[in-house]
């Protein structure tokens, strides 16, 4: 069997602005690691288990030259760019059938694949690997689907979650082990997820996916037909293309890419799909997905502050403060304040209450009307 991966990393990381930018999304900042960008992390997580000859990235057009020159890990045709944003669902076939190419002499029920994310927070690089040994495995076994769920620790409005049976809510369930799912929730009310964690079976959706070629490839072709049945005609204009290092996306892709819908890979095929299993995984997750995520990751001093780049706080509790230029270059001082976020950067400056940071995407939406690209 041959063992892939595919790391989606075509997201803007609007929510981390100033920090974040067109060219510079989150999955390429030093958000967790002062040295290491979460990508970078992200592909030395699974290098132990998959090679690097056999991880794949697709991007954006604008972000695959940028990623090419930093990531001298893989092999510069492994990562493949969008020819437009069409959501997980057509960035998922156009994988498929670029993996499905780049192994002809496999049939589709001897590769299997990992679908992971450039931009999560994950504590333990070792119980991670070992829950996508055990999530491929059952994948590569028993031809269904596998998704990761994490045990929840709150009660989250911001994740879709996964149900199992309720004959498996009192029973321990085993980190590794790949249980059938019951059904998927999209993100709930506060009240709805305090329920889910009082029960106790349901899980926190990762966004990971584990399948083999011929599962995806068909249960696309049979869910999705308007995303599947296009999966051969990319292979179609990919043959013999995918050792070649492409600049943009590759030849021939734009118009079938067009003519899919925009779409997730979790409406258009999970809620749908039979033979499902989700392995309750124990590796310490985060998604990481706006500025109040790094109170989950950092450990915050004695007056709950997390300061990252050395700023200055007097009598101010429970704050967000990032200085990304550094307390040599900018001095950032902040008195008397509480619940507050605030990111300094070279040229733009954040300052909003924790409880808005979903708001900062009004930012960047505003400053592109005011000011066109040039701060976004």
Known sequence: MQRTALIMAGGSGERFW?????????QLLNLIS?????????????????????????TNE????????????????????EPLKRNTAPCIALGSAFIAERYPSLKPHEISIAVLTAD????????????????????EKTGDIVTFGIRPTRPATGYGYIEVAASYASAA?????????????EKPSLETAQE???????????????????TIISGLERHLPDVGRKIRDLRAVLTHTTQHIMSASPPGTYDIFKSMPDISIDYGLMERAHHVAVVCADFGWDDVGSWDAL????????????????????????????????DDVLSVAAIGVE??????????????????????????????EQSGEKFV
């Open 295 to 326: 109170e989950r990751v950092y450990e915050p001093d004695e007056a709950g502050n997390i300061n990252v780049g050395g700023s200055l706080l007097l009598d101010s509790k429970n704050c967000i403060v990032m200085n990304s230029v550094g």
């Open 196 to 214: 889910f964690l009082r029960q106790g079976r349901f899980f926190w959706n990762s966004g990971m996916f584990f399948w083999r070629l011929d």
């Open 120 to 139: 999560h927070f994950i504590e333990s690089p070792e119980r991670f690997r070992a829950a996508v040994d055990a999530a491929l495995t059952h994948a």
């Open 62 to 81: 604008a972000l695959q030259p940028i990623m090419r020159e930093h990531l001298s890990l893989l092999p510069p045709a492994n990562i493949i760019a």
């Open 339 to 368: 619940n507050l976020v605030i990111v300094a950067t070279k040229d733009g400056i954040l300052v909003c209450p924790k409880d808005r940071v979903q708001d900062v995407r009004r930012v960047v939406s505003a400053l592109r």
């Open 18 to 26: 100033p920090l974040s930018r067109r060219t510079k999304p989150k």
């Open 34 to 58: 002062p040295d290491k960008t979460m990508l970078d992390e992200a592909i030395e997580r699974i290098a132990p288990l998959i090679s690097p000859d056999h991880i794949f990235i697709i």
């Open 173 to 185: 369930i085993h980190p590794l082990e790949a249980i059938p799912v019951a059904s998927f929730h």
